[in-house]
């Protein structure tokens, strides 16, 4: 109930966007005419990533994911926070809270193709990428639901002209399965600096084409 209502004041709170991104310097840097600029949305692990705009430059970027989010909240906020941004792409990175809240692979799921259909019907022309789940050593327990939601996931993606399923989980793991403790804070769920360096060396290549190609 606490999270919920601190979740409606982040939503009621925020201010209309704009069809800007800020740049390295905290300067506004607007998104070429006709193009609109890649909205990140999701939970903490994209709200954390502190050097976002500086790792994904010249790439035009707006960050509006934030700390505790579900796959619920990011419906509800589509049509105010997202959508108004018309933007070109849409990196999205959530559920991981879910699963911690205990719920079942296939509800996260549809919650995700809900949102994916949405921007479908709304912007046929933005594509949507989506950060694989993270199987942090913190969800250890929980990891088959974790594998259960990417794997829906990529098939959905497979079958979907404008969504991409992107697996970031490979560089999360040592060569004999076990995880790689130091990318991780003492919480065993976010990430440090470093994490985040490899997330940007496989996440920027696909949206810059995505992107491009918009």
């Not at 949305?41 to 502190?50: E, Q």
């Not at 789940?133 to 794997?151: F, G, Q, S």
Request: charge should be positive; glycine fraction near 4%; charged fraction near 20%.
């Amino acid at each position: 109930m606490i999270r919920r209502l601190l979740v409606a004041l982040i939503l009621a709170s925020a201010l209309t966007p704009a069809a800007t991104s800020r740049d390295a310097a905290g300067q506004e840097r607007p998104a070429p005419a006709g193009r609109g600029p890649i909205v990140f949305v999701g939970s903490s692990i994209f709200h954390r990533w502190t050097r976002l705009d500086e790792q994904m430059a010249p790439l035009p970027i707006v960050n509006v994911a934030f700390d505790g989010s579900q796959t619920a909240d990011m419906l509800r906020m589509l049509d105010s926070r997202v959508l108004p941004f018309r933007p070109s792409v849409i990196a999205y990175y959530c559920g991981s809270n879910d699963v911690d809240a205990g719920e079942q692979a296939e509800s996260i799921f549809d919650r995700i193709r809900q949102f994916v259909v949405r921007v479908s019907t709304a912007s046929p022309s933005t594509r949507i990428v989506f950060m694989s789940i993270n199987r942090a050593p913190e969800k250890r327990a929980l990891w088959t639901v974790v594998d259960a939601v990417n794997a829906r996931v990529e098939a959905l993606a497979k079958q979907s002209k404008n969504f991409q399923y992107v697996d970031v989980n490979p560089v999360l793991f040592n060569a004999d399965g076990t995880p790689r403790m130091e990318l991780y804070l003492s919480d065993q769920l976010h990430f440090r600096p470093p994490a985040y360096e490899l997330f940007a060396g496989i996440l920027k290549p696909v949206l810059k084409t995505a992107y491009e190609a918009r």
